[in-house]
């Protein structure tokens, strides 16, 4: 019996949002520091809470996705720091109704992005029963769902 299995990772990129957040609160941080070096030390309180603030906040922005597709069965999980493994979605290939490529206009239905966020990647959506689904998916897994659903270029 020959299994068909696809997996592949698909890294977080920041947004515009989450750097300027990222800058500017270690600028705040680093600020607050030299002010309450040079002048008042009670300063050092919003520096540590600024510095913790950004610290938190990079850690919980550094996760990725991996894709894994075998003999039907699709499983996506968020990879958090490199360590922690957190199952998000799993589908078999009965749930898939259609397989759109780029994102698909939501029309009231939920739509979950597991993609990376960058603009130049190519983006299909999955319509399943429950919703919409955006992946950043390889040309072999695209291949094996063309053997059961029509993928029409838009």
């Known amino acids: 019996m020959r299994d068909v299995v696809f997996e592949w990772y698909v ?3 920041l947004s515009k949002k989450e750097r300027l957040v990222k800058a500017l609160t270690v600028s705040a941080a680093a600020v607050f520091f ?3 070096v040079l002048f008042m030390a009670a300063m050092l309180f919003p520096a540590a809470a600024l510095a913790l ?25 968020k990879i958090l720091h490199k360590s922690r493994r957190k199952d998000v979605c ?10 759109i490529p780029g994102r698909a206009a939501p029309g009231g239905t939920p739509v979950r992005d597991f993609t990376s966020g960058l603009p130049d990647k190519p983006v299909y959506t999955i319509r399943t029963r429950g919703g919409l689904i955006c992946i950043e998916a390889e040309e072999g897994f695209i291949s094996e769902m063309k ?3 029509p993928i029409t270029d838009r």
């Open 11 to 13: 890294p977080h990129v």
């Open 147 to 149: 053997k059961y659903y």
């Open 53 to 77: 603030a950004g610290f938190i906040l990079s850690r919980r922005w550094n996760y990725e996705y991996e894709y894994v597709y075998v003999n039907g069965d699709f499983t996506i999980s």
């Open 34 to 36: 030299i002010d309450a």
């Open 90 to 99: 799993h589908m078999d290939r009965t749930d898939f109704e259609e397989l």
